[in-house]
């Protein structure tokens, strides 16, 4: 198939979306599908000889990007145009982040009242939220496109925020590629890594990673690590991501914890650090089906999450790790992780991670998405027939 491939970036150092397109555009390539790419910056790629690279640069607005991305993507006579959030003219609409406008308003709830109602206010008039506002409205259309939700929380909100028609939605979780995070990973990563960190062998890791370190829960993160520490508990939070760390780093020291807390900065490589951890902690506020979670099951990872992660969908709490309502819960979040202390209950519920995602590989992911254009192809064939 003559497939096009709408990503803003094609940089897997970026966050989630850029990192699974990525590994897409080689697997497609691989499967021997015509790739064509649209976006606004590419990353030095290895499959590049065989990728048709379309680079399109407009100004800030969202709107003349995505009408440029019409323009180019109606003269190519592509088999399926599949578009992940940036413009409307696709036949399959798979938004990673999932509806910006329920995106939104879990933002809001991670604001005081006071400070929630004027933003809610703001959110109203603001141009730039105006912008997104109407090119959802273009994008979330019944027109026979189909829409891929990574779990059955976005596809809910498909429906009740934009009206979408429910028989038009797949859901299609992500994918991880269980050959690179695998628990074999720790035989030659945990030891040198966790010396890079100073642990002693007996410290139990904590591991966050994010660059949205607000969204993702950082906070309760540092507070249930005050708990644990003034339990005496010997754990370290160690933190990868290229957020800024100084609002973090005061709350730390207020909670006397700073010396069991250190950011790592953004790092290309996930892999020591999810070889060297005991518990990835995940203490997110909004996630459509989160890449680094899956990663760390399939590592072999106990994980420590929110009901908001996606991924919860495919967990079950007590088994591959623990759940908890929202990210204010540090108390049952202390407990959980309390609990995880016990190097056994760390070995089972790793096991269980690991069979987890050894039943959402990234190749599965692939099929689905396949399937996906061969069901949106035949629908534009017969509308065309019709």
């Known amino acids: 198939m003559r497939i096009g491939l709408v990503v803003e970036h094609l940089d897997p150092s970026r966050g989630g979306l850029e990192h699974w ?25 290895h499959a590049i000889l065989s990728l048709h690279r379309h680079l399109l640069r407009t100004g800030p607005s969202r709107t003349e990007y995505a009408a440029a991305l019409q323009t180019q993507l109606a003269m190519l006579g592509l088999d399926v145009i599949h578009d992940t959030g940036a413009g409307w ?4 609409y798979q ?43 273009r994008q979330f259309v019944n027109d026979g496109r189909l829409f891929v939700a990574l779990s059955q929380k976005a596809a809910d909100d498909f429906v009740v925020y934009h009206g979408v028609d429910r028989q038009a939605i797949r859901v299609v979780p992500n994918g991880v590629d269980c050959d690179r995070y695998t628990p074999e990973n720790r035989s030659r990563y945990r030891d040198p890594t966790r010396d890079e960190l100073g642990l002693a062998p007996d410290t139990l890791l904590l591991l966050l990673i994010a660059h949205n370190f607000r969204l993702k829960g950082l906070g309760a993160a540092i507070r249930v690590l005050a708990r644990l520490r003034q339990a005496n508990r010997p754990v370290h939070l160690a933190v990868v991501g290229g957020g800024s760390p100084r609002r973090y780093r005061r709350l730390a020291r207020s909670l006397q914890v700073d010396r069991s807390l250190t950011f790592l900065g953004p790092r290309s490589e996930s892999v020591p650090f999810l070889a060297a951890a005991d518990v990835l902690i995940h203490p997110t506020y909004f996630d459509t089906c989160s890449l680094v979670v899956l990663e760390a099951l399939a590592s072999g990872l106990p994980v420590v999450s929110t009901r908001a992660t996606g991924v919860d969908e495919l967990m079950t709490d ?5 759940l908890v309502a929202r990210p204010e819960e540090t108390d049952a979040m202390t407990a959980c992780l309390t609990r995880l202390l016990e190097p056994s209950l760390r070995q089972s519920m790793g096991l269980a991670a690991r069979q987890l995602a050894l039943q959402h590989t990234f190749a599965r992911n692939c099929d689905a998405v396949e399937a996906v254009y061969l069901e949106a192809a035949a629908r534009r064939c017969n509308s065309r027939a019709a």
């Open 21 to 45: 397109a990525s590994q897409f555009v080689d697997a497609m390539i691989a499967r021997g599908h015509e790739l064509h790419v649209f976006a606004r910056s590419f990353a030095d790629h």
């Open 89 to 92: 003219y696709c036949d399959v």
């Open 318 to 322: 007590g088994r591959e790790g623990f």
């Open 95 to 137: 938004p990673h982040f999932g509806s910006r406008a329920a995106m939104t308003d879990r933002k809001l709830q991670m604001l005081p009242p006071p400070l929630r109602a004027l933003k809610r206010l703001a959110v109203g008039v603001l141009p730039r939220y105006r912008e997104f506002a109407a090119i959802e409205a």
